[in-house]
């Protein structure tokens, strides 16, 4: 069965730079969420879209924007990259009016240098 | 604030054996709960999930509990197998329906021992 598909699996920054994660849900899931897990950490939900429009926001960050296109896939931009933005960023992926289960991706792992 | 936890970080059981992986959630007006089995370097795997209107449901060698009464859920593995090894974290979504982000406790990791 597809599953959710995330780019780039890895990704090395420099302070201050700027980063592009992608998210491409499950066919005909039409809600993505993202999720940062810091080491040994749980995950922890930033925000997440349904049909284009952001739904739900948790702890992102102001330097971090978010959103999906017509084609349900999602990105996330994160502008001057910190050592603490170094973690694991899952998107997870649903389908309205069917179920209430997020499939996650591999994730993308950033490591801010 | 409303939390969701798990009482014990690591759990190890012998292979064969059942196991039982609780966690404590504070939000009693949450509605939906799931299990997600994360190994390491890869995303979190749904396993089994709740709905608030339920106290036990079961799938292929896993069985989840629920009791409102005490805020309490836990996971059992019946007849543990070596690639049952991972973190275990319990997650809690408010509103069921909603495109709500989940709210997750302090993973367990269990191990397996031959």
């Known amino acids: 069965a597809a599953g959710v598909i995330q780019s780039p699996r890895h990704l090395i920054k420099e302070k201050r730079e700027t980063a592009t994660l992608k998210c491409y849900p499950i066919p005909r899931h039409d809600t993505v969420y993202w999720y940062q897990q810091g080491p040994g950490q749980d995950p922890q939900f930033l925000i997440s879209?349904?049909?284009?429009?952001?739904?739900d926001k948790g702890s992102i960050p102001d330097r971090f924007s978010a959103q999906q296109f017509s084609d349900y896939h999602s990105e996330l931009n994160m502008s001057s990259l910190e050592l603490g933005d170094s973690a694991l960023y899952f998107c997870a992926s649903s389908q309205s009016g069917r179920t209430d289960t997020q499939y996650f991706g591999p994730g993308t792992r950033l490591t801010v240098l | 604030g409303e939390s969701v936890g798990l009482h014990l970080p690591t759990l190890s059981v012998q292979e064969g054996d059942n196991s039982i992986i609780n966690c404590a959630y504070s939000n009693s007006a949450s509605d939906y709960f799931i299990w997600y089995k994360q190994e390491s370097g890869k995303g979190p795997q749904f396993i089994i999930d709740?709905?608030?209107?339920?106290d036990k449901r079961q799938g292929q060698r896993v069985t989840v509990l629920l009791n409102k009464t005490v805020k309490h859920l836990s996971l059992q593995i019946a007849a543990t197998q070596p690639g049952d090894s991972a973190v275990y974290f319990c997650a809690e979504n408010p509103l069921a329906g909603g495109a709500d982000g989940l709210t997750f406790g302090k993973g367990t990791h269990l191990i397996i021992q031959p």
């Open positions: 879209f349904y049909e284009k429009m952001q739904s």
């Open positions: 709740i709905r608030s209107n339920m």
